[in-house]
């Protein structure tokens, strides 16, 4: 079994901010506090750097994107509803280290972050960042939509059901209790808001993208 890499954390808002060596203290940093923003690096001297800059230079950076759609297509599609969150996932292996935000399609001011969670999955994060993201738009009466890439995480959400193959044990046990609150809330919710598919290869990655690829 290979030793697991060490990890340092970069907390840029949370209770307290500053470079955490341990999961455990970066999380009692973010945990319950609304727009926590941090990022693990691999060394201590990363995330120190990264601490003194604009996160927004180590989270979700992406660049200038050229689409390969004809112009008729892209006209076709059209243009991203700005009133509007999107929500995406990501996953270190699968299963892996995953966590899920979700941010201002039109700011990328992140609205809530997850994570990460020891072993999980792409899928589950996708369908757990929807479900986040429905109940707080209900919670704030909210008219936007909810943009995703993930097809499978709006049919799970559709069905009510998350519909992974992962199997539960000690490591995501945290993990699936999320999971199955987000169930029964879908169970026991109605909302209104739409769910709609990202348009990836008009519009480039999604807004909430973690720019890891």
Known sequence: MSKKKKKYYAVWKGHKTGVFEKWDDCKAQITNFEGA???????????????????KDYIGKTSKFISELSENQLKRIGQPNYNSIAVDAASSGNPGEMEYRGVDTKTKNQLFIQ???EEGTNNIGEFLAIVHGLALLK???????????SKT????????????????NDKNKALFE?????????KNNSYNTVIVKWETKAWGEIPADFGRK
Do not use: M, Q
């Open 153 to 168: 995480a709006i049919s799970w959400v559709k069905k009510k059901n998350c519909n992974t193959k992962l199997e539960r």
């Open 139 to 149: 919670k704030n009466n909210s008219n936007r939509i909810i943009y995703t890439d």
């Open 37 to 55: 923003i941090y990022k693990s690096f691999s060394t201590f001297e990363a995330a120190k750097t990264a601490l003194k800059g604009n996160h």
């Open 178 to 186: 999320l999971v199955d609150r987000a169930i029964d809330w879908l």
């Open 115 to 117: 994570g990460p969670f």
